[in-house]
Nanobody, 124 residues
Framework: QVQLVESGGGLVQAGGSLRLSCAAS????????MGWFRQAPGKEREFVAS????????YYVDSVKGRFTISRDNDKNTVYLQMNSLKPEDTAVYYC?????????????????WGQGTQVTVSS
């Protein structure tokens, strides 16, 4: 069982930045692809970004390309999401997820463990 704990959410003005962190509870973290998803009020949860076990492959939803960067530190069992040039439409609860796969996928069914989520609110 992998436990994931997100942190770093908060309130920021449009154009600002936040860095989310997700700490995993076990060493198998380094053998797993990781992903970030988000869910806005009244909307379905959507894929944001993923990163392969080694960090060599990353994928992003089109709406965040060029603004968000996913990265990982396998020595710290932590994955990050650096969010720049934030927009009000980025407001959502952001969830970290861990996969049994080595490479990330853009669908929820590709992930086996989920964090509790962290709120990101972007004011206009």
């Amino acid at each position: 069982q992998v436990q994931l704990v997100e942190s770093g959410g908060g309130l920021v003005q449009a154009g600002g930045s936040l860095r989310l962190s997700c700490a995993a509870s076990e060493r198998t973290f380094r053998d797993r692809a990781m992903g970030w998803f988000r869910q806005a009020p009244g909307k379905e949860r959507e894929f944001v970004a993923s990163i392969s076990w080694s960090g060599g492959n990353t994928y992003y939803v089109d709406s965040v390309k060029g603004r968000f960067t996913i990265s990982r530190d396998n020595d710290k069992n932590t994955v990050y999401l650096q969010m720049n040039s934030l927009k009000p439409e980025d407001t959502a609860v952001y969830y970290c997820a861990a996969s049994r796969r080595l490479d990330g996928v853009a669908v929820q069914s590709g992930y086996d463990y989920w964090g509790q989520g962290t709120q990101v609110t972007v004011s206009s």
